[in-house]
């Protein structure tokens, strides 16, 4: 499987961007797709994942009502649509597969090349 980030960009605190994460090769119904990020300095953090089949979400709290993470099956994308995004949610962010269970951060792989995000205040 690979995976491809892109959305990415430049925006002021307020407001919104999504992401998408294309993933390519064979995608079973039993994988998570997680969304991380990673802030200068700071340790990789995981922010939403996903079942394929769409049925089990997840955030990390910081995101919360303001993240909406979604599966589109038949163009296998996952999207990270992110509203009122503040100037702490700057980060490289990441996609990543995984076959184990999602809150396992070890488990995930075929890391995308990552999408730049930058918020400014």
């Known amino acids: 499987v690979q995976l491809q980030a892109s959305g990415g960009g430049l925006v002021q605190a307020g407001d919104s961007l999504r992401l998408s994460c294309a993933a390519s090769g064979r995608i079973f119904s039993r994988y998570f797709m997680g969304w991380f990020r990673q802030a200068p300095g700071k340790e990789r953090e995981l922010v939403s994942y996903i079942s394929w089949s769409g049925q089990n979400t997840y955030y990390t709290n910081s995101v919360k009502g303001r993240f909406t993470i979604s599966a589109d099956n038949a163009k296998n994308v996952v999207y990270l649509q992110m509203n009122s995004l503040k100037p702490e949610d700057t980060a490289v962010y990441y996609c990543?597969?995984?076959?184990?269970?999602?809150?396992?951060?070890?488990?995930?792989?075929?890391w995308g090349q990552g999408t730049q995000v930058t918020v400014s205040s």
């Open positions: 990543a597969t995984t076959a184990s269970k999602p809150e396992w951060l070890k488990g995930y792989g075929n």
